[in-house]
């Protein structure tokens, strides 16, 4: 089963990001999963495919594990699904969006379900950052 990366709403500690911080992603393995929903005109124009996302990390195993995984089976390559929210943040760090501008645009395309959306965008970045698959420019 997949396991779930969840920042959205977590209490944990995060950096103090400047909204004018522009966030990129560092190249890693990702691709699209399952579609969320009919995607709508505001998602769109923003370039949030309202699809899921989900981090694909390569597992370093060292001489032991490897062992223990080749007898069990175990898969080389663990997949992180992001939620909903964590899905359209990641498709709107392109490295061209100041901290700021992907705030107000989430503020814009889902309302209340983002209320405090510094707070969590922050949140969410500082986490992702965390685990070396974002940077700030």
């Given at each position: 089963?997949?396991?779930?990366?969840?920042?959205?709403?977590?209490?944990?500690?995060?950096l103090q990001i400047r909204t004018s911080s522009i966030p990129n992603?560092?190249?890693c393995l990702w691709e699209y999963g399952i579609s969320y929903d009919t995607?709508?005109?505001?998602?769109?124009d923003y370039g949030i495919t309202n699809k899921q996302v989900v981090i694909v990390i390569p597992k370093d195993f060292n001489r032991f594990e490897r062992l223990i995984a080749r007898l069990t089976g175990a898969p080389r390559l663990l997949r992180r699904p992001l939620d909903?929210?964590?899905?359209?943040?990641?498709?709107?760090?392109?490295?061209n969006r100041t901290l700021s501008e992907i705030i107000q645009i989430m503020e814009d395309c889902y309302e209340?379900?983002?209320?405090?959306?510094?707070?969590?965008?922050?949140?969410?970045?500082?986490?992702?950052?965390?685990?070396?698959?974002?940077?700030?420019?």
């Open positions: 089963m997949y396991g779930k990366l969840i920042f959205m709403g977590d209490d944990i500690m995060n992603r560092v190249p995607p709508n005109r505001i998602l769109e909903r929210l964590n899905s359209a943040l990641w498709d709107l760090i392109d490295g209340e379900e983002i209320i405090p959306a510094r707070q969590r965008c922050s949140a969410s970045i500082s986490k992702l950052m965390e685990l070396h698959l974002v940077e700030l420019k």
